[in-house]
């Protein structure tokens, strides 16, 4: 279990985030919800340990895999769709799974510059799911998806965690996370 006791952040000496107590169970599945600016990325960013708490404590993540989509894709351009699975999952026929789940065939073998914003997060997803992993951190996951295409990413979610434990922040797309546990931030 992870346990946030009364995490805070700043940045600039401006409070971002204060007093954040949350316990996150293996298995369990969050999403992380509130306005815009109000420190989504950060609390997620503190949840992989990409950032430290100015204040309060933050255990039990201590070699703990994660496996993040960040807001940035994050793909290496002039390698192919399936090339940018393969770099974290050395089952190639589990990588190619994942993908022909998310995207059309044709794409697999392109370079991922070449592909529209939408097929490019979609790869990004594929690669947090392949990844042998914890927790998978999903960060805006559906950028760029029309809502057809988010719904089919969040059953592939669905069919891939294998029993993980999911955080997921969404704008707009919160339907397509039906049973999860919400944590608000205000």
Request: net charge neutral; charged share 25%; glycine share 10%.
């Amino acid at each position: 279990m992870i346990v946030f006791r009364e995490v805070g952040k700043s940045f600039d000496g401006k409070p971002v985030l204060q007093g954040i107590n949350w316990r996150i169970k293996e298995g369990e599945k969050w999403l992380v919800s509130g306005i815009s600016g109000i420190g989504k990325t950060t609390l997620l960013r503190l949840l992989m340990g990409l950032e430290t708490p100015d204040s309060g404590r933050i255990s039990g993540a201590s070699g703990l895999r994660f496996a993040p989509v960040f807001q940035e894709d994050r793909l290496v351009e002039h390698w192919s769709a399936k090339a940018n699975v393969e770099l974290v999952c050395s089952d190639a026929a589990r990588a190619r799974e994942i993908l022909t789940a998310l995207l059309p065939g044709a794409a697999l073998n392109q370079p991922v510059r070449t592909l529209s914003g939408g097929m490019r997060r979609r790869v990004a997803l594929a690669r947090a799911l392949a990844a042998e992993s914890d927790i998978l951190v999903l960060d805006e996951p559906f950028t760029g998806l029309d809502p057809a295409a988010a719904e089919r990413a969040a059953q592939v979610i669905a069919a891939y965690r294998g029993g993980r434990t999911v955080v997921a922040v969404s704008h707009g797309m919160e339907e397509c996370f039906p049973d999860y546990q919400t944590f608000l931030l205000i």
